[in-house]
């Protein structure tokens, strides 16, 4: 059963904006805190941003805070990732999980992963 489905990724050049798409079945949106990570070649999967269930409050990595905007559309069940002024150095697989704890950046945390679209940005 699959529960989180990214869509939105591909090819950028860098100043670029690209907007990913993490569609979450019913249940999963509706009481799970929902989050960005990413994982580039050779490198730990690290924390990019999350937006909490109940008042959406917004949390990012400081390597992306004032480019990268989380939002949620509760009547599609989506949240989105929109990254402005794109840098080679986010180039990496991007992945949405959920959490059950409001706000977190440890992945150990979300229980709940998409299978991940890629991001690349050129130079």
């Known amino acids: 059963q699959v529960q989180l489905v990214e869509s939105g990724g591909g090819l950028v050049q860098a100043g670029g904006s690209l907007r990913l798409s993490c569609a979450a079945s019913g249940r999963v949106f509706s009481n799970h805190a929902l989050g960005w990570f990413r994982q580039a070649p050779g490198k730990e999967r690290e924390f990019v941003a999350t937006i909490t269930w109940t008042y959406a409050n917004t949390y990012y990595a400081d390597s992306v805070k004032g480019r990268f905007t989380i939002s949620r559309d509760n009547a599609k069940n989506t949240v989105y990732l929109q990254m402005s002024s794109l840098e080679p150095e986010d180039t990496a697989v991007y992945y949405c999980?959920?959490?059950?704890?409001?706000?977190?950046?440890?992945?150990?945390?979300?229980?709940?992963w998409g299978q991940g679209t890629q991001v690349t940005v050129s130079s």
């Open positions: 999980a959920a959490s059950r704890v409001a706000g977190s950046r440890w992945f150990d945390e979300y229980s709940i």
